[in-house]
Every structure is written in C-alpha cells, then in structure tokens.
C-alpha cells in the first residue's frame, strides 16, 4: 500500500471511530485480539522450551531464566513507540508483528550458543514491543464506554494464544524434534496476512491534534505510576514463578516429565483467558478497586496452598491461580486507558517499560534464590511477598 493510500485509509478509520466514539466495534475488536491471539501463541514457545535449553547448554537457574530478561530488554522502547502511535498511525507494526514473533520463536532450537539465544530473544522482543505498544490503545478507541469489556477480549485472546502455544510446541518437539520447530511459523505468516485484509480500513492513529503534551501528562502521571510500580514489585515474583518458571518446577521439583510440564502452564493460562474475559468486563460495573483487592488477597492464598499440594491437586490449583492471578493485567491497563484517554498508546508504553524494569531484576532475583535455597523456597517467598501488593490499590484513581 502506498503512503497516500495509508493516509486515506487512516483519515477513513479515524473518521468512522469519531462518528462511533460511543460504540463498541465488536468486528474490529475482534480482529485485534485475533492478532494477539496467534502472536502470543508463539511468544508462549519460550516458557516450556527452557527446560530443553537449560539441558542442551547446561545452564544453571539463574543463567537460564535469565535468558527472558533479554526478551524484555526492547520494553524500555515501548514509551516511544506508543510516543509515535499517538501522533501517526502504526498499524504495520501490528500486521507484521505475528508472522515476525513466529519466525523467531520458532528458530530457537536451531540456536546452539547462549549469545545466539540471547540475540533471538532480544529481537523477539523488539517485535513484541512494536505489537503491544499501539495494540491496546487501538482497542481503547474502538471500545467506545465498554473499555473494561474491550481490555478483556483484548487480554483474554493473548491468554488463550498463552494457553495453545505451548500445546503446540510441545506437539511440534515430539514431531520434529527441537531443531525443527521452524516449520509452525507459517501460522504466524498467514495471520498477518489476514490482519493485513481486514486491519486496512482500521486506523492505529487517534483524531489529528486529540493527544496532550507531554507536560499535561506529568500530573497524571505522577498520581497514577507509583501505586502502580509498587504492585508490580509486590507481585512481579509471583507471576515470574508462574509464567516463567512454572515448566521447571515441575519437572525439578515435583518429577513431572517434560509433556505434564508444559501442561501445567497450558492449564494456567486456560484458566486465565476466562480470568480475563469475566474480571476486566465486571471492572466496567463493579469498580475496578474492588475486583483489584479480592484479587490481591487471593492470589498469595492460593499460591501457598500450590506450594504445599501434590498430585492432581496442583492442577486444580493452578486452574484457580491462573483465574486469579493473570487476570489483574486486563484490569490494570483499564485503569490506565481510563486515566490517559488522549495519550493511550504512550501510557501504555510507559506502563510496559516499567514493568520491564521490574521484572528484569525480579528474574535474576528469584533465579538467584533458586540457586541459593532451592526453587520451592524461592516460590514460597515470592508467595508472601505478593500480600503486600494490595494496599496499593487504595492509590489508584477509580473509574468515573
């Protein structure tokens, strides 16, 4: 498509969602969230191929996990690509970003070295950053007043592709082995084709001059990032042990073979595309404080009682925990649209930098416990670290 016919299209969307600035766009939202449904399916690869990996370079905990930090490096440019987003229009970002993500995810196995690994990984998250970025803030405009609902199908169709890929990854290792996994990216390529047919008259840009200077956010700014910040310190622990190092505390510790492992995480990530779906919808109607503190409470509840079951009865837990504890995100990225509804695609950004900023130390820090203590220590104390996380609550702004 050419530049001119790019402006077209975008002046076309752009007046489309003004004359439905109300209107929830169920077609277009969908087709978003089909997107991120098939990107994080792939992106979903690298939890239960650590196991494979860590044997393959014999690496320790640290070492291994730490592998992901290098996949959440490219988040620190998530604030300037949402910059961008709000001032011109992204949508190619969006399009490209599954079969991008696919290609690189699916060539892991063919890496042979730690620093090959790491390059993949950095580059995968470059093509992460550039998806989610102006992602939710396309959703945002589009939702009309049902933000809660649009942040829900948004989030819960990347917790569903969570819930596939390592389904399918797994399924790929036992057809091709490890080194041939590269023969699924081609789902990746045929749903961007298909975002690029339906995204082309949905523009990724908000109304010309709507977004605020930089210095009419600060304020914003300031009230809203520090309650949020101390959650994700308070909680980054927890979610690490559940999404990261899930796969290895199953076979390390509780002796389930690499097919059982990689089940565990398809089973908390199911549980967490209905977690997603209900929560971010009743936050539109019950208030999106009192959903936070239930869930806050909750979570380190049912992660302890996780932490002292066996057998079948983990999994029972981990289809709680996955309800209760990746829901909160679809939540929290309400509460941020809500707060900067000029500047979406750059709060968002700013949002996801600072989780990265977070959860890069929480890697090496719960890696390092592991190390030290053994990986059921560290999951016990990431466990009692996140109670003090709801508190924080009581420092957002609530929805008007």
Same mark, same amino acid.
């Given at each position: 498509?050419?530049?001119?016919?790019?402006?077209?299209?975008?002046?076309?969307?752009?007046?489309?969602?003004?004359?439905?600035?109300?209107?929830?766009?169920?077609?277009?939202?969908? #087709?978003?969230?089909?997107?991120?449904?098939?990107?994080?399916?792939?992106? !979903?690869?690298?939890?239960?191929?650590?196991?494979?990996?860590?044997?393959?370079?014999?690496?320790?905990?640290?070492?291994?996990?730490?592998?992901?930090?290098?996949?959440?490096?490219?988040?620190?440019?998530?604030?300037?690509?949402?910059?961008?987003?709000?001032?011109?229009?992204?949508?190619?970002?969006?399009?490209?970003?599954?079969?991008?993500?696919?290609?690189?995810?699916?060539?892991?196995?063919?890496?042979?070295?730690?620093?090959?690994?790491?390059?993949?990984?950095?580059?995968?998250?470059?093509?992460?950053?550039?998806?989610?970025?102006?992602?939710?803030?396309?959703?945002?405009?589009?939702?009309?007043?049902?933000?809660?609902?649009?942040?829900?199908?948004?989030?819960?169709?990347?917790?569903?592709?969570?819930?596939?890929?390592?389904?399918?990854?797994?399924?790929?290792?036992?057809?091709?082995?490890?080194?041939?996994?590269?023969?699924?990216?081609?789902?990746?390529?045929?749903?961007?084709?298909?975002?690029?047919?339906?995204?082309?008259?949905?523009?990724?840009?908000?109304?010309?001059? #709507?977004?605020?200077?930089?210095?009419?956010?600060?304020?914003?700014?300031?009230?809203?990032?520090?309650?949020?910040?101390?959650?994700?310190?308070?909680?980054?622990?927890?979610?690490?042990?559940?999404?990261?190092?899930?796969?290895?505390?199953?076979?390390?510790?509780?002796?389930?073979?690499?097919?059982?492992?990689?089940?565990?995480?398809?089973?908390?990530?199911?549980?967490?595309?209905?977690?997603?779906?209900?929560?971010? #919808?009743?936050?539109?109607?019950?208030?999106?404080?009192?959903?936070?503190?239930?869930?806050?409470?909750? !979570?380190?509840?049912?992660?302890?009682?996780?932490?002292?079951?066996?057998?079948?009865?983990?999994?029972?837990?981990?289809?709680?925990?996955?309800?209760?504890?990746?829901?909160?995100?679809?939540?929290?990225?309400?509460?941020?649209?809500?707060?900067?509804?000029?500047?979406?695609?750059?709060?968002?950004?700013?949002?996801?930098?600072?989780?990265?900023?977070?959860?890069?130390?929480?890697?090496?820090?719960?890696?390092?416990?592991?190390?030290?203590?053994?990986?059921? #220590?560290?999951?016990?104390?990431?466990?009692?670290?996140?109670?003090?996380?709801?508190?924080?609550?009581?420092?957002?702004?609530?929805?008007?």
């Amino acid at each position: 498509m050419t530049a001119n016919a790019d402006r077209s299209a975008d002046a076309v969307a752009a007046q489309s969602t003004s004359s439905q600035g109300t209107e929830f766009q169920t077609r277009e939202v969908l #087709t978003i969230a089909s997107g991120h449904f098939v990107h994080d399916s792939f992106s !979903a690869f690298v939890p239960p191929l650590l196991p494979l990996i860590q044997k393959k370079l014999a690496t320790n905990y640290r070492a291994t996990g730490g592998l992901a930090i290098f996949l959440s490096v490219p988040s620190l440019l998530t604030p300037f690509i949402g910059y961008a987003a709000d001032k011109v229009s992204l949508r190619y970002f969006i399009i490209l970003a599954p079969a991008i993500t696919a290609t690189l995810c699916s060539v892991l196995g063919l890496a042979d070295s730690y620093a090959l690994l790491a390059l993949l990984f950095f580059t995968t998250g470059v093509s992460v950053a550039a998806f989610h970025a102006p992602a939710p803030a396309m959703i945002g405009r589009i939702s009309g007043n049902r933000l809660g609902a649009g942040m829900s199908i948004f989030m819960a169709s990347g917790e569903l592709g969570r819930t596939v890929g390592p389904v399918v990854v797994i399924v790929a290792v036992s057809w091709f082995g490890l080194e041939g996994i590269w023969r699924v990216a081609v789902f990746g390529w045929l749903a961007s084709a298909f975002l690029y047919w339906r995204l082309q008259r949905i523009s990724a840009q908000p109304s010309q001059g #709507t977004a605020l200077p930089l210095r009419q956010m600060w304020p914003s700014v300031r009230r809203l990032y520090p309650p949020l910040i101390w959650i994700m310190a308070t909680r980054v622990c927890q979610s690490l042990a559940l999404t990261t190092y899930l796969p290895i505390f199953m076979q390390d510790e509780m002796g389930f073979d690499f097919d059982m492992a990689g089940l565990s995480l398809t089973v908390l990530e199911g549980a967490g595309v209905v977690g997603a779906f209900t929560v971010g #919808t009743a936050s539109d109607w019950l208030g999106r404080r009192r959903i936070l503190i239930a869930l806050f409470l909750a !979570a380190p509840l049912l992660f302890l009682g996780f932490l002292n079951s066996s057998g079948w009865l983990l999994f029972a837990f981990l289809l709680l925990l996955g309800f209760i504890t990746l829901s909160p995100t679809a939540v929290l990225l309400a509460v941020v649209q809500d707060t900067f509804r000029q500047n979406r695609a750059l709060a968002n950004g700013l949002f996801l930098m600072a989780n990265f900023l977070i959860r890069s130390p929480g890697i090496w820090l719960l890696g390092g416990l592991a190390d030290r203590f053994g990986l059921s #220590t560290a999951f016990l104390i990431s466990g009692l670290l996140a109670f003090a996380s709801a508190p924080a609550v009581f420092w957002l702004p609530e929805r008007q």
